[in-house]
């Protein structure tokens, strides 16, 4: 088949469940990752003739997307501010939002290059690599209670080329943390099943319940096990931010506020508040 006539099929094929642009977008970036071809290619040579092997590899890859997988999982493949991650369906496909997190520490606490940093369920490891790259001199740590997203953690700090120090831990029974900490970090899982509904399956089939889902009648579960970790083991001017649903908010603020100062929460690229930051000490502005 010509790659032209190919993109309509391809278009057609998903037409129930994406726009032609987002399949147009889906297209371009599979041809790159399976044969390094710009997106221009289309245009150039659109009679191009699709040798079997390339076909089928593309077919493949469409039948996933027909199942709603999310592409990232077909290709293996994502990318998380300057860094490409490997994924698959042991870890979440790391969000934009969490992007602004990282961020947002970064900006704040990069001044000083002698920390001791902690990731609490980091997944693919995006946290902490992103972290580790943007201040070397940086000690950083994470910690998973999944072996199988620690394993993937582990393989994209070194392919990243960065020293991380990876714990398979649970959370929920961990006291004490060896040394004094001067930042912890965590997207934990928050979203209640009620969400379920609203929720698109390309999430709710393939990412994990284990990094997604606390039960509907404790929301703040990991939030709360991780104030009472982080009153324990930051030093005295260590700083806590947590990714946050929106939906809970203001009850996580008045959590923070029993124990920690200078609150603030801030709001994502669609304006909804989705990071909260916490000190042990009141920060000076
Ligand atoms: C929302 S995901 C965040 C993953 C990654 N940090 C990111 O931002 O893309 C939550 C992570 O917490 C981990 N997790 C769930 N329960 C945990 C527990 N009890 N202790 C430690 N980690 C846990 C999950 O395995 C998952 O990787």
């Known amino acids: 088949m010509k790659l032209i006539e190919y993109r309509s099929y391809f278009r057609t094929a998903l037409k129930p469940f994406h726009s032609i642009e987002e399949s147009d977008d889906f297209l371009k970036r599979l041809l790159k990752f399976y044969f390094d071809w710009e997106p221009i290619k289309i245009g150039l040579e659109p009679n191009y003739i699709l040798k079997k092997k390339e076909e089928d590899q593309l077919n493949n890859a469409l039948r996933g997307l027909i199942q709603q997988e999310p592409l990232q999982y077909i290709t293996g493949r994502t990318y998380f501010l300057n860094i490409e991650l490997e994924v698959n369906k042991s870890v979440l496909i790391p969000r934009p939002e969490t992007e602004e997190l990282v961020q947002w520490v970064l900006e704040s606490e990069s001044h000083e290059k002698d920390k001791s940093i902690l990731d609490i369920g980091t997944g693919s490891g995006c946290i902490p690599i992103s972290l580790k790259q943007g201040v070397p001199n940086w000690r950083v740590s994470a910690m998973d209670v999944s072996q199988k997203a620690l394993d993937v953690a582990i393989k994209n700090a070194k392919i990243n080329t960065v020293s991380i120090e990876f714990y398979l831990e649970d959370i929920l029974s961990k006291e004490l943390w060896g040394s004094g900490l001067d930042v912890i970090v965590s997207n934990p899982p928050y979203v209640v099943p009620s969400e379920k509904e609203e929720m698109q399956s390309n999430v709710l089939d393939y990412e994990p319940e284990l990094a997604l889902f606390v039960p509907e009648d404790n929301p703040l579960l990991f939030y709360d096990k991780i104030i009472q970790f982080a009153e324990t083991n930051l030093n005295e001017n260590g700083v806590l931010y947590f990714e946050i649903n929106p939906i809970f908010v203001e009850e996580l603020t ?32």
Do not use: C, G, H, Y
């Open 254 to 285: 008045s959590l923070l506020k029993q124990s920690f100062e200078s609150i603030e929460v801030r709001n994502d690229f669609l304006s909804r508040p989705r990071m909260i930051r916490a000190s042990k000490s009141k920060i000076k502005t």
